[in-house]
C-alpha cells in the first residue's frame, strides 16, 4: 500500500494532484488546513471510487503538523510520498517597495517555513519507505535563471517580492534536504506545475489546474527521477 500525503490539496493544483495519485493506486490523504472544504474535498474523491482522507493540516500551526504526524503513523505505519504543494501569494500587483514587511513574513510562513515544519514531521515515516519521496511543488519564477533572464517572456512577473522569493527560498530548501538525504532511499526535489490558473493568481495561467496536478502528479511518480533536481513541466530538468 502506497501512502500519499499532499498539503493544501483540498482545492487547485493540489485537488487535481490527489485525483490522478488516487486513481493509479495511491492512498492519498488530502491535507487543508480547513475541516469543512478538507472534508469536502476528500468526500467526492471517494465518491469516485478513490481511497482519498481527509487530513487537517494547516502548515504553519505546529499542533496540525504533529497531530498529522501522529495520524499517519498510527493508521498506516510509514509514509511513502510528500507533496509540499500548499501555497500562498500576497504581492497583489504591489511592487516590491511597497509590499508590507508582514505580508512577505506570512508568505514564508507558509511557503518555505512550513514546507520544513511538514518535512521534518514526515522525515520518520518517509524513512520507512523503501523508496520514499519528497517533491517540493515550487515555480520557475523562482529560479534564478528565471529572475536574471533580461529577456524572458515572463518578465512581468520577476517583482513578485513575496511569491518569487519565497519559491527562491524553497528551492534552496529542496537541495538543502537532498544532500542531507543523498545517502538514503529518499528522493527530494522540485516540480514545477506549470503557469496554471488558480485562485492564488486570479485565474490567469495559461493551463488549468487539472493539467498542473496532472504534471505534478507524474512528475512525483516517476521511476528514475535523481535526487536534488528541478523539473519543469514537460518533465525536463530546469536550472535553479
Same mark, same amino acid.
Given at each position: 500500500?502506497?501512502?500519499?500525503?499532499? /498539503?493544501?490539496?483540498?482545492?487547485?493544483?493540489?485537488?487535481?494532484?490527489?485525483?490522478?495519485? +488516487?486513481?493509479?493506486?495511491y492512498v492519498v490523504l488530502v491535507g487543508a488546513r480547513d475541516p469543512?472544504? &478538507?472534508?469536502? +474535498?476528500?468526500?467526492?474523491l471517494a465518491g469516485e471510487g478513490l481511497d482519498a482522507r481527509f487530513?487537517?493540516?494547516?502548515?504553519?500551526?505546529?499542533?496540525?503538523?504533529?497531530?498529522? +504526524? #501522529?495520524?499517519? %503513523?498510527? $493508521?498506516?505505519?510509514?509514509?511513502?510520498?510528500?507533496?509540499?504543494?500548499?501555497?500562498?501569494?500576497?504581492?497583489?500587483?504591489? !511592487?516590491?517597495?511597497?509590499?508590507?514587511?508582514?505580508?512577505?513574513?506570512?508568505?514564508?510562513? /507558509?511557503?518555505?517555513?512550513?514546507?520544513?515544519?511538514? !518535512?521534518?514531521?514526515?522525515?520518520?515515516?518517509?524513512?520507512?519507505?523503501?523508496? &520514499?519521496?519528497?517533491?517540493?511543488?515550487?515555480?520557475?519564477?523562482?529560479? @534564478?535563471? @528565471?529572475?536574471?533572464? %533580461? $529577456?524572458?517572456?515572463?518578465?512581468?512577473?520577476? !517583482?513578485?517580492?513575496?511569491?518569487?522569493?519565497?519559491?527562491?527560498?524553497?528551492? #534552496?530548501?529542496?537541495?538543502?534536504?537532498? $544532500?542531507?538525504?543523498?545517502? !538514503?532511499?529518499?528522493?527530494?526535489?522540485?516540480?514545477?506545475?506549470?503557469?496554471?490558473?488558480?485562485?492564488?493568481?486570479?485565474?490567469?495561467?495559461?493551463?488549468?489546474?487539472? %493539467?498542473?496536478?496532472?504534471?505534478?502528479?507524474?512528475?512525483?511518480?516517476?521511476?528514475?527521477?535523481? /535526487?536534488?533536481?528541478?523539473?519543469? $513541466?514537460?518533465?525536463?530538468?530546469?536550472?535553479?
Amino acid at each position: 500500500m502506497n501512502i500519499a500525503l499532499i /498539503t493544501g490539496a483540498n482545492k487547485g493544483i493540489g485537488y487535481a494532484t490527489a485525483r490522478v495519485l +488516487a486513481k493509479s493506486g495511491y492512498v492519498v490523504l488530502v491535507g487543508a488546513r480547513d475541516p469543512e472544504r &478538507g472534508r469536502k +474535498a476528500a468526500e467526492e474523491l471517494a465518491g469516485e471510487g478513490l481511497d482519498a482522507r481527509f487530513v487537517r493540516l494547516d502548515v504553519t500551526d505546529p499542533d496540525t503538523v504533529e497531530a498529522a +504526524a #501522529a495520524r499517519v %503513523e498510527r $493508521e498506516f505505519g510509514h509514509l511513502d510520498l510528500l507533496i509540499n504543494n500548499a501555497a500562498i501569494s500576497r504581492d497583489h500587483e504591489r !511592487t516590491p517597495s511597497r509590499l508590507p514587511v508582514a505580508a512577505l513574513r506570512e508568505v514564508y510562513e /507558509t511557503n518555505v517555513i512550513g514546507v520544513v515544519a511538514v !518535512t521534518n514531521a514526515m522525515l520518520p515515516l518517509l524513512r520507512r519507505s523503501e523508496a &520514499g519521496r519528497v517533491v517540493n511543488v515550487s515555480s520557475g519564477l523562482g529560479t @534564478f535563471a @528565471f529572475l536574471a533572464d %533580461e $529577456e524572458s517572456e515572463w518578465r512581468q512577473y520577476a !517583482t513578485l517580492l513575496g511569491y518569487n522569493s519565497s519559491k527562491a527560498a524553497l528551492n #534552496a530548501v529542496t537541495l538543502i534536504y537532498a $544532500e542531507e538525504l543523498r545517502d !538514503t532511499p529518499i528522493k527530494v526535489y522540485a516540480v514545477a506545475p506549470g503557469f496554471c490558473a488558480t485562485d492564488l493568481n486570479g485565474f490567469i495561467g495559461t493551463l488549468t489546474a487539472d %493539467e498542473g496536478g496532472e504534471h505534478v502528479a507524474r512528475q512525483a511518480t516517476l521511476p528514475d527521477v535523481p /535526487t536534488g533536481v528541478f523539473l519543469s $513541466e514537460q518533465g525536463g530538468t530546469n536550472p535553479w
